[in-house]
């Protein structure tokens, strides 16, 4: 999803913000993955992904900020400055993409925010249109699970749209068997 931050919300635009707080049903969305286990098994290897076209790449170098833009725009998200977008990615703590080998364009996304030692929350995991319903977003998901346990990162959350909690669940993340419920801030609900 595209997600904002509850401490983070500078990363991501005003418009950003109010999407997905007015998106937000009463119920927890948050779910999250506790694990120390940094051997996250993958679905498709590297290899696989190049032999159908795609190449996996990490970081953030390479990656044209206005195609990407594109692809956020293509599922609904809306178009963000892209010099915010650099800086939000400034400040990522991992970021994946396949490239489309053909066209050069990324075609799919996810990035995750966090402290590099204890906590990391997952945002806009994306898949161009396209390309859907071929094992893009689950491919970068696990690869970006897969980097931030071997960081050492085993508390992995995420906001997830209540039609999206299908394609997490199988990844390993869960509404919080605790009860704990995200909260976001709202300048609305904040009393004067
Ligand atoms: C959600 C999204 C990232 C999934 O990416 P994708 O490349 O289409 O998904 P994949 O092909 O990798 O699917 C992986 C698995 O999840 C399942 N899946 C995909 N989307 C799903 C959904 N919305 N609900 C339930 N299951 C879903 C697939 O059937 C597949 O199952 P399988 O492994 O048993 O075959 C993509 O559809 C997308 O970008 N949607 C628009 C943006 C969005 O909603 N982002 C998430 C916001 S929270």
Redesign the pocket.
């Known amino acids: ?3 904002r931050g509850m401490i983070s919300s500078s990363l991501a635009p005003p418009s950003l913000r109010l999407r997905v707080a007015t998106t937000l049903p009463p119920r927890n969305v948050t779910v999250s993955s506790s694990s120390s286990n940094s051997d996250y098994p993958l ?1 498709i290897s590297d290899e696989a992904l190049e032999s159908r076209g795609f190449v996996l790449r990490r970081g953030a170098e390479g990656l044209n900020l206005d195609e990407l833009n594109g ?1 956020f725009v293509a ?3 809306p178009r963000r400055d892209t010099e915010k977008i650099r800086v939000a990615l400034e400040h990522t703590e991992a970021a994946l993409w396949v490239e489309h080998r053909k066209t050069r364009r990324p075609v ?1 996304f ?1 990035r995750a925010t966090g402290d590099g030692v204890f906590n990391a929350i997952i945002w ?6 396209s ?11 696990e690869r970006l699970i897969q980097e931030l346990l071997r960081k050492g990162i085993s508390n992995i959350a ?4 209540p ?9 390993g993340f869960v509404a919080d068997p605790d009860g704990i419920r995200g909260m976001v801030f709202s300048r609305k609900q904040k009393k004067k």
């Open positions: 999803m595209l997600l679905s692809v599922v609904g998200f799919a996810a806009d995991v994306v898949v161009d249109p390309f859907q319903g071929i094992g893009l977003g689950k491919a970068v998901m995420l906001y997830s749209e039609r999206v909690l299908g394609f997490y669940r199988p990844l």
